[in-house]
């Protein structure tokens, strides 16, 4: 799917390049083109002009400068005036350094003749001619254009070389953009690949254990319930721990699609914070665990008090699972006014969580201890939904572990 995308991403800009490029040296091209039209037209008009002001002595009127127009008509051209008799036969040729053999230039009068238009082009022999009237009788002036139709194929040549490189170089250009512009899409993608391949695998494991206990149960028919009832508890086990999955996978995948959505009311973080608290405290006594709270009172904010709740019960949670006996776990709560924010910590001892881990704490079905991570019960999904409930509030959650603090996870909100 990414490479098709990249192709038509290609694709669509290549086919915008082209265009552009086509029209940009298509009005270089034509331009060109009607300039080599205007100077020809008017050096011919120019030329006729100035024999139709000659004296019946063939002897040019005074005049002094150059004739009006006679400046912008280009420079180094080649001019020649056929005269022709009352029958239309060729009668005299004019012209400096003109060399025509007598049958080209009866062909090209002949032609210009036929033609029945006033001024033309022959291009067979690159000329243009304008037929001109005068008191002495009719000529055709000739034109020689060779020189600007060489430079018109030069100039196409060039355009043809620039428009090549400048695709290519169009091309590399947009192969590059394409990798860059969709990178992140292919992170995107490549992170749902994976997040589905892993709740597979997750969800492969509970199925497999719960259909393995369903076939001792089918293989002992005859035997009472109380006599199989262990099995009963694997697949009840199994069950609770494939439903919790589902209910962390749905919270994901709900917070993904509506992130920007998120109605938030003011509450009572304080309140929240004893609420997660208390019932931890039991569960640290029974494990030989010392659990204390520093918590300041009446910290408000604006968001979701359930989710919210969830956030710390996830943090504490996990600060208990991996505490080991006699260790301790201290959780704090504080808001500096002066920087209007709102920290909330959850340390505990125990052994640190190396450098290399730490990056990918919060990425979903990460684990750092996949044996270990099984046995306490966890699936990789709770600091992922620890982050995601913090983004959703417009918070940071960050981790540093140490030998000599232990592992702190911080929230920090905006208030």
Not at 70 to 76: I, L, S, V, W
Not at 217 to 223: E, G, R, T, V
Not at 225 to 254: C, P, R, T
Not at 343 to 352: E, Q
Request: aromatic share 10%; with cysteine.
């Amino acid at each position: 799917m990414i490479s098709k995308l990249k192709k038509k991403f290609i694709f669509i800009n290549m086919i915008c390049v082209t265009i552009i490029l086509i029209l940009a040296f298509g009005a270089v091209l034509i331009s060109s083109y009607a300039r080599m039209e205007r100077d020809s037209r008017l050096a011919l008009k120019t030329f006729a002009d100035r024999s139709n002001r000659m004296d019946d002595k063939n002897k040019p009127i005074l005049e002094i400068g150059e004739p009006k127009g006679f400046e912008k008509q280009p420079k180094n051209f080649t001019i020649f005036t056929v005269k022709l008799n009352e029958f239309n036969q060729i009668d005299v040729l004019l012209g400096d350094d003109v060399e025509v053999s007598d049958e080209v230039l009866k062909e090209i009068v002949t032609k210009s003749l036929e033609s029945n238009k006033s001024t033309g082009i022959l291009w067979d022999y690159s000329l243009r001619y304008m037929q001109n009237h005068n008191q002495e009788g009719n000529e055709i002036i000739f034109f020689d254009l060779s020189n600007d139709i060489s430079s018109m194929f030069h100039l196409i040549k060039n355009c043809l070389f620039i428009g090549v490189a400048s695709f290519l170089a169009f091309l590399l250009i947009s192969v590059y953009l394409a990798i860059w512009a969709l990178r992140p899409v292919e992170a995107s993608w490549e992170s749902q690949r994976q997040f589905i391949a892993d709740a597979s695998h997750e969800l492969k494991t509970p199925l497999t254990v719960i259909l393995a206990n369903a076939d001792i149960l089918s293989a002992h028919k005859k035997d009472t319930i109380e006599h199989q009832y262990k099995w009963i508890e694997y697949i009840k086990a199994e069950a609770s721990h494939m439903s919790g999955l589902v209910n962390d996978l749905l919270f994901l995948a709900k917070s993904d699609a509506a992130r920007d959505n998120n109605v938030f009311t003011e509450v009572n973080l304080s309140d929240i914070m004893w609420n997660c608290y208390l019932p931890f405290e039991s569960l640290a006594f029974e494990q030989e665990k010392h659990l204390e709270a520093d918590i300041s009172s009446d910290i408000m904010m604006q968001g979701d008090a359930s989710k919210l709740k969830q956030l710390i019960m996830i943090l504490l949670d996990n600060a208990c699972k991996y505490t080991e006996k006699k260790g301790s776990i201290k959780v704090s709560l504080y808001q500096k006014v002066e920087k209007n924010k709102i920290y909330l910590t959850v340390n505990n001892t125990g052994k640190p969580i190396a450098k290399e881990h730490l990056n990918y704490l919060f990425e979903r079905f990460y684990r750092v201890e996949e044996s270990r991570a099984r046995e306490k019960g966890g699936y990789g999904l709770g600091l992922s939904i620890a982050k995601t409930i913090t983004q959703m509030h417009k918070g940071k959650i960050s981790v540093t572990s140490n030998d000599e603090e232990g592992t702190t996870f911080r929230v920090t909100f905006h208030n």
